[in-house]
């Protein structure tokens, strides 16, 4: 990867962000130009510490077609990751919202790239394009079958219309487009508002600051596989230097856990002792989610190599130093 990479002009949007500034550091290290565009906050830069002589930070409003396409130019990749994420809570009680925010961003990054003149763009689409009922481990074919998992109904179909919006680039313009399908991202750096954030970054901020009982939503039956950020970022990355076409392919790992033995083993490493409590009366959006990964592994190469036990222990041990350094990563 390190031969690719070095001296590309690459743009990743939304790159302060959790996912966005693990891939930055990487593209840094294997000697990119990076140039980050997104709506920059001090939470943000803090997260691009250890590059930010390295880099170039643009701060601009992805909707603008105009002011993202100037900055587009001159460059020979963009790495679309920026969007507006959330929890299954805020996802269904806020579907309409998820759709028109990500939709506008992911349909004005793309025109902005095709005006630039840039001809390599990369999609970041998501696990919750799938239908609520679909094959487990699920395949790539699955991806428009019926309606996304109705947690996620809004941000789902959001994802879909970027993955149509890339085919028919890349058929029109001739861009060189690809298309990911990453899983369930964790890692230090995540969002812990336990409002809007993901199972993990939220049972870990709980767990941590003390709460007991920790609530858990659902039965906890529910099965997830997680994907540490570091593989996340790489199988972007991966993806993008080898997988030039607009034909989705999911990244994430083999290994599967229900939210039940997740909270368990959470509370374990914590060194916590809390009462661990399951809400019935509570959404737990889809049953299961794991994906076939296959494709990625014969068309990509990519393979996770953080274990989910190992991921959890470094983002445990970089929260226990945000609280002791007196913040809140939210």
């Not at 002792?273 to 794991?290: A, L, T, Y």
Request: a neutral charge.
């Amino acid at each position: 990867m390190s031969v690719f990479w070095k001296g590309q002009r690459v743009v990743v949007t939304g790159g302060s962000g959790f996912i966005g500034s693990h891939m930055v550091e990487q593209l840094v290290a294997q000697e990119a130009h990076v140039t980050v565009v997104d709506n920059i906050s001090r939470g943000k830069l803090e997260n691009l510490r250890e590059v930010r002589g390295r880099i170039q930070i643009q701060s601009v409003d992805l909707r603008n077609v105009e002011a993202a396409s100037q900055i587009f130019r001159g460059h020979d990749i963009v790495i679309h990751l920026a969007a507006r994420v959330a929890g299954v809570s805020h996802n269904q009680a806020h579907p309409a919202e998820m759709f028109y925010k990500n939709s506008m961003i992911n349909i004005q990054v793309l025109e902005a790239a095709r005006l630039a003149g840039v001809t390599r763009f990369e999609a970041v689409s998501t696990a919750c394009v799938y239908p609520r009922d679909c094959i487990i481990p699920t395949p790539e074919s699955e991806g428009f079958r019926g309606d996304p998992e109705p947690s996620n109904l809004g941000y789902g179909w959001s994802k879909r219309m970027l993955e149509i919006q890339a085919r028919l680039y890349a058929e029109e313009y001739k861009m060189e487009i690809g298309v990911v399908r990453p899983y369930n991202a964790y890692g230090p750096r995540d969002h812990f508002d336990t409002a809007t954030s993901h199972v993990i970054p939220a049972l870990i901020r709980r767990v941590l600051e003390g709460e007991d009982p920790v609530v858990v939503w659902g039965g906890g039956e529910q099965t997830r596989a997680f994907l540490y950020v570091d593989d996340f970022a790489r199988g972007i990355l991966e993806a993008a230097q080898r997988h030039r076409l607009p034909d989705p392919v999911n990244l994430g790992t083999r290994e599967e856990i229900s939210i039940r033995d997740l909270i368990h083993l959470i509370v374990e490493i914590s060194g916590k002792n809390p009462e661990i409590v399951f809400d019935r009366s509570k959404p737990s959006g889809q049953p299961r989610r794991n994906c076939d990964t296959g494709k990625s592994e014969q068309l990509v190469g990519f393979r996770a190599r953080v274990s989910l036990q190992e991921g959890l222990r470094r983002t445990i041990a970089w929260y226990q130093g945000v609280l002791n350094c007196g913040g809140v990563h939210a």
